[in-house]
């Protein structure tokens, strides 16, 4: 097996012989040819209220927190000796813990504390990440005068971070947006495809273009920034470049080319981006055929149409940045575990 990369949590790390359990000991194969590959565990879904006052104001952050740990060797594992794991229960309440001492200023801030606490505290942990997400609640305001104490809850897409931290490397910080729905009733269409036996889509010049985004981008190595000022920056563009001018639109010739504009607007507007990520899954909607009823639809009712759905995806980076990053992101592609399945849903 090769050496580990320096930076990467692994330096020293020799593949584990693989210890077979006696109920396994009849298992056909050439069990000796197997090593670990990668091995993390951590606690999911620790959900809490962080409330602070300043007079008479209140101030809320609810969120959901995810977070792993990779420890430097795999003998819980490989012969159930526990005694470098650090319990999930250990993790959810120093979460909590750290919830009540530092308080949520950012939601990146706080994935950075996590990350930070878990290095400096634990020698056997080699790699940390930690996902947190928001619950969108926005203070009530009343004849433009914000409430002191009342919030509404605002689904216009779900505020998200993640960071995380090789021992000797250093603290990458990402952030995005997800749930966020968006619509258009023209300025879209879907033309000059390829076609053969099996197409039956027909071309469309103007049709609704309907979808759910998800959109994440990475700051690179942590830095100074103001988290929030650029997540609202970010949306901002996310929602100029889907619209267009709010006087005459901007035409879309396909979901993808929206996918392609909406990073290069964020990329071009918001220079701490170094890579973004955008997923859009499509809802389709049919115009109602009403010549049995006597009335002519003229895209006025339409049905949408759930499923199945269509789904497009890429990722840009800037050439300078993963140029610089390559064995970082080289050791990201070997963690074939991770939070992926938790930010997505």
Known sequence: MAHAEPGSGWEGWEPEVVVVCSWCQGTSGNIKDV??????????????????????????????????????????????????????????????????????????????????????????????????????????????????????????????????????????????????????????????????????????????????????????????????????????CILEAFAGPPDCGEYSPSYQKTVNCIQMHVLCQVPQVQVIEVVLNNTFYNVVDMKNLGLTNDKEVLVPVETPYGSCACTLGRKTFLEARVHMLKDERQNLFGLAAAQRN
């Open 35 to 236: 090593e670990v590959l990668n091995c993390e565990y951590g606690k999911n879904t620790i959900k809490f209220l962080r409330l602070h006052t300043e007079g008479k104001k209140h101030f809320v952050k609810e969120v959901e927190v995810c977070t792993h740990l990779r420890l430097t060797s795999c003998h819980e594992y490989l012969d159930g000796n526990n005694s470098a794991v650090i319990p999930t229960d250990t993790i959810k309440n120093i979460v909590l813990v750290l919830a009540k001492k530092n308080g949520i200023s950012t939601l990146e801030q706080f994935a950075i504390d996590i990350c930070q606490h878990f290095m400096t505290t634990f020698r056997q942990v080699a790699y940390v990440k930690t996902y947190v997400q928001e619950v969108p609640w926005q203070r009530l305001q009343e004849n433009g005068v914000p409430h002191i104490h009342s919030f509404i809850y605002v689904p216009n897409g779900i505020r998200f971070c993640e960071a995380e931290q090789c021992r000797n490397g250093p603290l990458v910080v990402f952030a995005g947006i997800k749930d966020l729905k968006l619509m258009k009733t023209t300025q879209s269409g879907f033309e000059g495809f390829c076609k053969n036996e099996h197409t039956t889509l027909p071309e469309r010049k103007d049709r609704i273009l309907c979808g759910e985004l998800f959109c994440k981008w990475s700051y690179g190595e942590c830095k100074d920034f103001d988290f929030d000022c650029i997540w609202n920056k970010i949306r901002e």
